[in-house]
């Protein structure tokens, strides 16, 4: 009887083990910097609302600038180590901030974990190590599923835990998570020949040059971008959404939870579709539907009266944003050499993380103005990264897929669901 796991699977079943804890880490105790911020001295409402979208977005921000370049040094000292050092002091500066007594040691702990997150560059590169190419799509979904997955309990743990000990307690589960996940990267993963130290061009040059030298990395880094930059800035006005649309006020951090939770799931679910239909010779194609579907959704978003309206067309959104970052790091892949793996990966890393932060922060200064405002500036981003990605993608052709593939592909789906 043939193993249902196969040997490559197994080989990655620590990195998304790995990646699973870690991402427990951080949903444990960030729903709750608000509420840290009254600890810490801070009483009127507007300062600790300032302190804590800052607080959110440094991360994001920080991780953009630095880990193009740590993954060039992750190139030349192998991407295991360097995701170690990452995991571990992020494990301990996340427990450090339980110990802070004023928002300036929280920002500058939150700068310094910004930089930790050189880690998920070497998970992303695992993957493009050890999956098949044919298998690709269903790898970084997987890795997908379980950055958006372990979000959905993660809050759960990091309140009972702030409920029993407090909320400082909450720094040090996210802590822990962190050097559990340093445990399983060093005991249970063997590594890859392409993560080891690597002598033939890595380590020199700017990672912002592999998009000069291929600009199909940087078409897809504008899908990627806008998909991000979709998804991170409409949560952070769920709850002021939820009072004009007048939920009461003691049922708005449950309803919060709900949005929150069903979007969380609608993304996992759309990386287990992209992985099970879609093949990697078409991923640079199936961006598209994504980019498109996302934008529709935006339309219903802004006229949402009602409260299911959100309950329906947030998770719709994610159910299509969703879909995008597996595919572009497929279809990116064959452009990333073997050995700048740290640093092609950690750029597509910086580019996601890039727009999360952006979104984050442009997401406050427009719903200053108008909430449902928000909505339109992504409808109108991702039409405008549709409509960009087409263009260039015409002048400049991914090398692989089209018309034939595709008509090959949907030929396959029916000839499957006849035997059916």
Known sequence: MPSLVTPWQRRLFPVLLAAFTAQLGVPAFLPFIPLYMEELGIDDIGEAARWSGVLVAITPLTSTLAVPYLGLVGDRIGLKPLALIGLGVGGITISLLALATSPWHLLIGRMLFGICGVYWTFFAAA???????????????????????????????G?????VWGLKAAFVLGGVMFWIATGIVALMYSGGEGLKPQRSGAGTGSPWQMIIAQPQMGMLSIVLLVSFYAEGSTLPIIPLYLRVLGVAADQVAATVGLVTALSAASYVAANAFVGRFVPPRLAHLAVLPGLIGAAIVCVPLFFASQLWHLLVFRPLLSLFTGTIPALVYTAAEPFVPPERRGAGFGLLTSVGLGGTAVGRVASGMFASLSLSGVFVVDGILL???FGLYSALRRRFPYPAGGRRAAREVCAGLKKKCKSR
Do not use: S
Not at 127 to 152: K, S, T, Y
């Open 127 to 157: 993957i493009a190590e050890h999956a098949p190419r044919d298998d690709m799509v269903r790898a970084f979904g997987w890795l997908q599923m379980v950055n958006f997955g372990a979000p959905i309990v993660a809050p759960a743990m």
């Open 383 to 385: 039409l405008g990264g």
């Open 159 to 163: 309140g009972a835990v702030a409920l």
